[in-house]
């Protein structure tokens, strides 16, 4: 009954580690905006966001693959998300 709790623990660990990052990442970016918010604000921006994605290492930059490209700042209306580890 302990291996099997303590392997639950440790695989819940690894699956939060990508989340862990995003956060602390965001967290850091605010306690910088609380202790001096002219120093740390960024150019504006449109749609960009302060937390970089984190992609697998097989994948350089996000793509789209297949279909048409969208205009320029409009939203696509179908998209595919697709789990980097399975790859499905």
Request: glycine fraction near 4%.
């Amino acid at each position: 009954m302990k291996l099997l709790t303590v392997t639950y623990f440790l695989w819940f660990i690894l699956c939060i580690q990508l989340v862990e990052n995003h956060f602390f990442s965001w967290l850091k970016n605010e306690v910088k905006n609380k202790i001096n918010p002219n120093k740390y604000k960024r150019a504006f921006d449109c749609g960009k966001s302060d937390i970089r994605p984190i992609l697998p290492a097989k994948f350089d930059t996000p793509r789209v693959t297949g279909g048409l490209s969208a205009n320029d700042h409009s939203f696509p209306w179908v998209v595919n998300v697709v789990n980097y580890k399975s790859l499905r």
